[in-house]
């Protein structure tokens, strides 16, 4: 807020910079604008168009005042809609010049005739050419320069961040990766150190630091400390960052691929006068795969044959999304405009179906999802599994009771459980589907057994986004396992990460586009890898929070809601998905507030939705939307139609198609 305040003289004065900008094309406007509109629809026309009498190149020049300097090695850019611009890529970005520490300023001939879009954005290269990107405006939609008839016409100076009329906060966000990768480090656990001598290394009072061996360009380490407010990714403090017990601290390294094999990092830990305790060694050659656990060996700084103590720390490694390119065209990732209402979620469709008194629909199918769509759900969420040989199935359940065929099945004991990520998806489609009710076995159609297609079991993602109206929104959950916080997992996993995310986002990018579509998972990594590898989709952490129901996860993330908050800041996601049972007390609506004073949504979920006072409830305090089962049963009674069945709304939606 201070912040803010001091920032609000230099907006105005650039405001009547702005103001006296724009009166000096202004007499030109009419004249261009009936050219525009007749040539406007013809797409990206490229300056090297044949001539044209009434459609000149002209020398637009762009400025652009920073509200702080960029550091030594950044430098800022454009692009837009037309080839002069680079047509949104950003390998074909047009670079500007720095007139002083906050002022840049280019010309780039443009086509007179024509209104354009652009957005700037902040940018390195490293040793081998290739651009980085740190920071872009994300405003729903681009700048806009309008037509000009004078053979050269400044533009209007722009302030990095504000655009389109939105004068008070900078839309300014991370961008995605390209020709670089994440290394995340993360202190996010209990018992991490072993110590061998505390009286000379004391992990609750710690200082850490981790140091590039050799620096690169576009090598960067920055750390996220997580506190509300400000956990915020930064550069590390001179003698490293103050840990003890039960901080969440992730250091978070980008690094171009081409020295992902070739660089080392040092840990330093100091003490609390900043003298040097000892260091560790790692490299990323030690990532041997998407995520692991680096067993290090903290070296003391006086004496270099003693250790003092051990640490078991985990990494996450992101890689760029591995199909088409992305662009700075659109961007929806943190689109959810605040005058929406609370919106109704489907849980699973119409709700959990291997239960007692369950739906006439099984949950996760086609069917339920309609019947959700049917009783005015705005969205329905839904469960994704990887099959063996790489297919996006829905279900919710890590694996499933089954039976060889003819095998006449009595009580559970006789039933096998055998993993979706173990199974190919011709097998699963055949396979005999089971559960236990009350102690009973309650057998139910397998999908290639089930003549109706809308109701079969295990479909197919694609065929999910194919099938259902672009009225229902989608709320896409990443099904990944957890580890508990006293031991074990909740199933195994074999399958790369990366290439979970990977394919699930191909089939999202081709065929989920053109409707409201959010990311969700219980794994703050794979909620990391989302926000990194793509720029067109908004992705929440959803976390089971304080809750009597089941064992804590072992993340530190995943605990209660304000530590999901602070990992949704931290990494720029759209907010959260936090369990219903963290808001029944008084301090429910002091919660929500403070997630959206960050910005953030909340989606609430669970079994203490299920009612329609319940509804009604989360409504009342602030949720975002409210993910419950049965919405035959519980949608509220004035409802007439679900909020986005709407031309207008479904419009918004549009640009995110590729295609």
């Given at each position: 807020?201070?912040?803010?305040?001091?920032?609000?003289?230099?907006?105005?004065?650039?405001?009547?910079?702005?103001?006296?900008?724009?009166?000096?094309?202004?007499?030109?406007?009419?004249?261009?604008?009936?050219?525009?509109?007749?040539?406007?629809?013809?797409?990206?026309?490229?300056?090297?168009?044949?001539?044209?009498?009434?459609?000149?190149?002209?020398?637009?020049?762009?400025?652009?005042?920073?509200?702080?300097?960029?550091?030594?090695?950044?430098?800022?850019?454009?692009?837009?809609?037309?080839?002069?611009?680079?047509?949104?890529?950003?390998?074909?970005?047009?670079?500007?010049?720095?007139?002083?520490?906050?002022?840049?300023?280019?010309?780039?001939?443009?086509?007179?005739?024509?209104?354009?879009?652009?957005?700037?954005?902040?940018?390195?290269?490293?040793?081998?050419?290739?651009?980085?990107?740190?920071?872009?405006?994300?405003?729903?939609?681009?700048?806009?320069?309008?037509?000009?008839?004078?053979?050269?016409?400044?533009?209007?100076?722009?302030?990095?961040?504000?655009?389109?009329?939105?004068?008070?906060?900078?839309?300014?966000?991370?961008?995605?990766?390209?020709?670089?990768?994440?290394?995340?480090?993360?202190?996010?656990?209990?018992?991490?150190f072993q110590v061998h001598d505390i009286e000379t290394f004391d992990p609750q009072h710690v200082q850490l630091k981790i140091v590039p061996v050799e620096e690169s360009p576009g090598l960067v380490?920055?750390?996220?400390?997580?506190?509300?407010?400000?956990?915020?990714?930064?550069?590390?403090?001179?003698?490293?960052?103050?840990?003890?017990?039960?901080?969440?601290?992730?250091?978070?390294?980008?690094?171009?691929?081409?020295?992902?094999?070739?660089?080392?990092?040092?840990?330093?830990?100091?003490?609390?006068?900043?003298?040097?305790?000892?260091?560790?060694?790692?490299?990323?050659?030690?990532?041997?795969?998407?995520?692991?656990?680096?067993?290090?060996?903290?070296?003391?700084?006086?004496?270099?044959?003693?250790?003092?103590?051990?640490?078991?720390?985990?990494?996450?490694?992101?890689?760029?999304?591995?199909?088409?390119?992305?662009?700075?065209?659109?961007?929806?990732?943190?689109?959810?405009?605040?005058?929406?209402?609370?919106?109704?979620?489907?849980?699973?469709?119409?709700?959990?179906?291997?239960?007692?008194?369950?739906?006439?629909?099984?949950?996760?199918?086609?069917?339920?999802?309609?019947?959700?769509?049917?009783?005015?759900?705005?969205?329905?969420?839904?469960?994704?599994?990887?099959?063996?040989?790489?297919?996006?199935?829905?279900?919710?359940?890590?694996?499933?009771?089954?039976?060889?065929?003819?095998?006449?099945?009595?009580?559970?004991?006789?039933?096998?459980?055998?993993?979706?990520?173990?199974?190919?998806?011709?097998?699963?489609?055949?396979?005999?589907?089971?559960?236990?009710?009350?102690?009973?076995?309650?057998?139910?159609?397998?999908?290639?057994?089930?003549?109706?297609?809308?109701?079969?079991?295990?479909?197919?993602?694609?065929?999910?986004?194919?099938?259902?109206?672009?009225?229902?929104?989608?709320?896409?959950?990443?099904?990944?396992?957890?580890?508990?916080?006293?031991?074990?997992?909740?199933?195994?996993?074999?399958?790369?990460?990366?290439?979970?995310?990977?394919?699930?986002?191909?089939?999202?990018?081709?065929?989920?586009?053109?409707?409201?579509?959010?990311?969700?998972?219980?794994?703050?990594?794979?909620?990391?890898?989302?926000?990194?590898?793509?720029?067109?989709?908004?992705?929440?952490?959803?976390?089971?929070?304080?809750?009597?129901?089941?064992?804590?996860?072992?993340?530190?993330?995943?605990?209660?809601?304000?530590?999901?908050?602070?990992?949704?800041?931290?990494?720029?996601?759209?907010?959260?998905?936090?369990?219903?049972?963290?808001?029944?007390?008084?301090?429910?609506?002091?919660?929500?507030?403070?997630?959206?004073?960050?910005?953030?949504?909340?989606?609430?979920?669970?079994?203490?939705?299920?009612?329609?006072?319940?509804?009604?409830?989360?409504?009342?305090?602030?949720?975002?939307?409210?993910?419950?089962?049965?919405?035959?049963?519980?949608?509220?009674?004035?409802?007439?139609?679900?909020?986005?069945?709407?031309?207008?709304?479904?419009?918004?939606?549009?640009?995110?198609?590729?295609?």
């Amino acid at each position: 807020m201070k912040r803010c305040l001091q920032l609000q003289p230099q907006l105005r004065h650039l405001r009547a910079q702005r103001a006296r900008f724009h009166t000096q094309c202004a007499s030109y406007a009419d004249a261009a604008a009936a050219i525009a509109a007749s040539n406007y629809a013809t797409g990206n026309e490229l300056i090297e168009a044949a001539p044209s009498t009434s459609c000149k190149p002209t020398l637009r020049q762009f400025n652009v005042r920073l509200q702080a300097p960029l550091a030594p090695e950044e430098q800022l850019a454009l692009t837009g809609d037309a080839k002069a611009l680079g047509e949104w890529q950003l390998s074909r970005c047009v670079p500007l010049d720095r007139l002083d520490d906050l002022t840049w300023q280019t010309n780039v001939r443009l086509q007179s005739c024509r209104q354009l879009e652009y957005r700037y954005f902040v940018y390195v290269e490293n040793a081998a050419g290739y651009k980085q990107i740190r920071r872009w405006e994300t405003h729903f939609k681009p700048r806009v320069l309008h037509a000009s008839m004078e053979e050269q016409c400044h533009s209007p100076l722009d302030v990095f961040g504000l655009a389109n009329g939105d004068e008070s906060t900078p839309q300014v966000h991370r961008g995605w990766l390209n020709h670089e990768a994440i290394v995340q480090l993360k202190f996010n656990g209990e018992k991490m150190f072993q110590v061998h001598d505390i009286e000379t290394f004391d992990p609750q009072h710690v200082q850490l630091k981790i140091v590039p061996v050799e620096e690169s360009p576009g090598l960067v380490v920055e750390y996220t400390k997580h506190l509300y407010g400000q956990s915020h990714l930064q550069l590390q403090p001179a003698h490293g960052v103050s840990y003890t017990k039960g901080d969440i601290v992730i250091f978070h390294i980008t690094l171009p691929l081409d020295r992902m094999m070739h660089q080392s990092f040092r840990l330093e830990c100091y003490g609390l006068q900043h003298e040097l305790l000892g260091t560790a060694s790692l490299s990323a050659a030690q990532l041997t795969g998407s995520e692991g656990l680096l067993q290090l060996h903290i070296k003391s700084a006086q004496r270099a044959d003693e250790t003092l103590a051990r640490l078991r720390l985990p990494y996450v490694l992101v890689q760029p999304y591995q199909y088409s390119p992305l662009d700075f065209k659109n961007t929806y990732a943190h689109y959810w405009p605040r005058s929406w209402p609370n919106l109704d979620v489907g849980h699973r469709g119409n709700g959990k179906s291997y239960i007692a008194e369950a739906p006439l629909e099984r949950e996760n199918t086609i069917a339920s999802f309609l019947s959700a769509h049917a009783h005015h759900a705005d969205m329905v969420e839904l469960d994704v599994h990887l099959t063996a040989d790489g297919i996006p199935v829905i279900y919710h359940d890590f694996g499933l009771r089954t039976a060889p065929p003819g095998k006449v099945i009595e009580k559970p004991d006789q039933l096998e459980y055998v993993l979706i990520k173990d199974i190919n998806y011709e097998l699963l489609k055949r396979l005999r589907i089971f559960s236990v009710i009350n102690g009973k076995v309650q057998e139910y159609p397998a999908h290639n057994a089930e003549p109706r297609v809308e109701h079969r079991i295990f479909p197919r993602l694609v065929e999910v986004l194919q099938q259902l109206p672009k009225s229902l929104g989608i709320d896409v959950e990443i099904k990944w396992p957890q580890r508990r916080q006293g031991g074990g997992s909740e199933a195994e996993q074999t399958i790369d990460k990366n290439f979970f995310a990977d394919r699930v986002l191909h089939e999202v990018i081709q065929y989920g586009c053109g409707r409201p579509l959010i990311f969700s998972s219980f794994d703050a990594d794979m909620c990391t890898m989302l926000r990194f590898k793509q720029n067109l989709f908004p992705v929440m952490f959803l976390t089971q929070g304080e809750t009597k129901k089941w064992q804590p996860f072992s993340d530190l993330r995943t605990r209660n809601f304000m530590a999901a908050v602070n990992n949704a800041q931290a990494f720029e996601l759209a907010g959260t998905a936090p369990h219903a049972e963290d808001f029944l007390g008084e301090n429910a609506v002091h919660m929500l507030q403070q997630a959206r004073d960050l910005g953030q949504i909340a989606v609430i979920w669970g079994d203490d939705c299920n009612s329609k006072e319940r509804v009604k409830y989360f409504t009342e305090i602030g949720a975002t939307a409210t993910c419950y089962d049965r919405s035959d049963l519980y949608m509220p009674e004035k409802k007439q139609r679900s909020f986005f069945n709407s031309s207008s709304l479904l419009a918004e939606f549009e640009a995110q198609c590729r295609m």
